[in-house]
């Protein structure tokens, strides 16, 4: 358990430190350029080297010690973050912010899958359910922590001090991390080129559609990330500023208190759900649905509105990293260990995938229907209702 507890020590940090980072540099570029398009193209421009970053990772977790290819991550990204910081007066600022940017991404990317390989090694049992439980929330909080403190430490310390700080902070985290002892690691580093890793990453696709219980865990995540998720990422602010009128103040504290759903249910998941397990997820996916349909349903009193979605958004948060804690442990249980980094990974990369396409259709959708955006919602609870009972059809995820 020691070591469990020096690897989430060694995530708080690194994650904070990336987090902060991939919120100050973007907000650094608006402010400096003043041009909205391209903060929003930069961001967009970024998710791209995340979604190589995981697969790449998944593939390098199962033939790499682990704990040595964690402290190599965050030495290379403290490196980064050095040489950004030497080269920010220096150099064009937007092929830098676009680097740096893409390459925290990346290493994020290729940080995540390797640390749920690790879990299996080190928990088993509730021991596992509440590990994963830990991460998830370590996740939500520096997603939270990570740019409100970003933004501060901005404003007082300015770019190059930001960078300086986190720089440290990874360098720190690589440290704890050259002190892991995880048992029944790779002995020895096996030998990597492109060729075995486009082979590890063809044998996890080859495994994921020769298991049938593990496909249908992922095709739910990636219809949670397509149908259910959009509908509130996408809904809430469009609610807020356009339907509601409300000041950017109004959508910040929305904001927050959905973010405190997300630790809520991390929360839940490593204590209450500990001692009483999750055995299937449908009940859950249920849960999300309905609540998307009943803030549809609430939206239609006017009353209610804004209230409404302060608890009805909090409690899908909350639900959905239950879910989430859920889809791992129960991934951890169902791949071998040989195949658990690849695997999480493409998992993982599917729901980044149609996430995208979720956002974009709700997009439209809330546009297309402004004048009635409970009725999407409500759509959204009902369509996603379908797409359970049809996953669900043989056997319940």
């Known amino acids: ?15 904070f430190g990336n987090a902060a980072l991939r919120f100050a540099l973007p907000l650094y570029l608006l402010r400096q350029t003043g041009s909205a398009a391209l903060y929003g193209g930069i961001t967009a421009l970024a998710m791209l080297p995340a979604l190589a970053g995981m697969l790449t990772g998944g593939a390098l977790a199962d033939r790499c010690r682990k704990a040595r290819l964690m402290a190599l991550l965050d030495l290379v990204t403290a490196g980064i973050a050095a040489a950004a910081a030497a080269g920010l007066p220096h150099l064009p600022l937007l092929p830098l912010v676009l680097t740096v940017l893409g390459s925290l991404y990346a290493i994020q990317g290729l940080y995540q899958p390797v640390v749920r390989a690790c879990l299996p090694l080190l928990l088993n049992g509730t021991q596992l359910l509440r590990g994963n439980a830990v991460i998830q929330l370590v996740d939500t909080v520096d997603e939270l922590l990570g740019p409100l403190l970003g933004a501060v430490l901005l404003e007082h310390l300015g770019i190059r001090g930001l960078l300086v700080l986190c720089g440290c902070c990874f360098a720190l985290s690589a440290g704890m991390e050259l002190c892991l002892r995880i048992p029944q690691d790779v002995p020895y580093d096996t030998k990597l080129s492109v060729r075995s890793l486009w082979a590890d990453l063809r044998e996890s696709v080859q495994f ?10 992922a095709a739910a995540m990636a219809a949670v990330n397509l149908l259910e998720v959009p509908a509130l990422t ?23 208190v959905l973010s405190a759903g997300g630790i809520l249910g991390g929360v839940l998941a490593g204590t209450v759900f500990v001692r ?6 449908t009940p859950l996916l249920l849960a999300l649905s309905g609540v998307c349909a009943a803030l549809g ?9 804004f209230g409404s979605i302060l608890v009805l958004g909090a409690v899908f948060m909350a ?5 989430n804690v859920c889809f791992f442990a129960q ?14 990974a493409c998992c993982t990369v599917l729901a ?30 009902v369509l996603s209702a379908l797409v359970l009972w049809l996953l669900q059809t043989h056997r319940t995820v």
């Open 234 to 256: 996408v809904g809430v602010p469009v609610l807020v500023v356009q339907t509601l009128q409300k000041s950017d103040v109004s959508l910040g504290l929305v904001q927050a």
């Open 208 to 217: 994921l559609t020769g298991q049938a219980a593990v496909l249908r865990l």
């Open 319 to 323: 639900v959905a990293a239950l879910f």
């Open 331 to 344: 991934l951890q249980v169902l791949v071998p260990q040989a195949q658990l980094g690849k695997t999480t």
């Open 276 to 281: 009483h397990p999750i055995r299937s997820g």
């Open 352 to 381: 980044c995938l149609t996430q995208p396409i979720g956002q974009a259709a709700y997009g439209i959708a809330f546009q297309h229907w402004a004048a009635h955006p409970a009725d999407v919602l409500l759509a959204a609870g």
């Open 1 to 15: 358990m020691n070591t469990f507890i020096l690897i989430v020590l060694g995530q708080i940090v690194s994650l």
């Open 297 to 305: 349903l609430a939206l239609r009193v006017s009353v209610l509105q």
